[in-house]
């Protein structure tokens, strides 16, 4: 009974020992849209929540609530506010790129 288990044993870890270790490869990251969003929340995160909240739910009052903002403004009206500012909020045009900006005014309005 013990060599035949003992058989068992060595057949099995033989076996194991054999098998070719294929992986599929995980996908390579985009740096489309995702990239984009990614790289929007990010400047969203650093510049713009202590106005506008973590949410986009605005901490201020008014306008400064931005969950829907791409329903009413263009993203080419979000752009000019956030680079020219006005209504109380600051200018960006000096602290931001124009590629930053975009970035952050295209993620903007497809919140709708």
Known sequence: MGFLCLCILVIAMLSACGKSNTTTPSPTPTTEAGGETAQAETIYKQNCVSCHGTDLEGKMGGKTN??????SLSKDK???QISNGGGGMMAFKGKLTDTEITALADWLAAKK
Do not use: K
């Open 78 to 80: 979000i752009f000019n």
């Open 66 to 71: 931005l969950q829907h903002v791409g329903g």
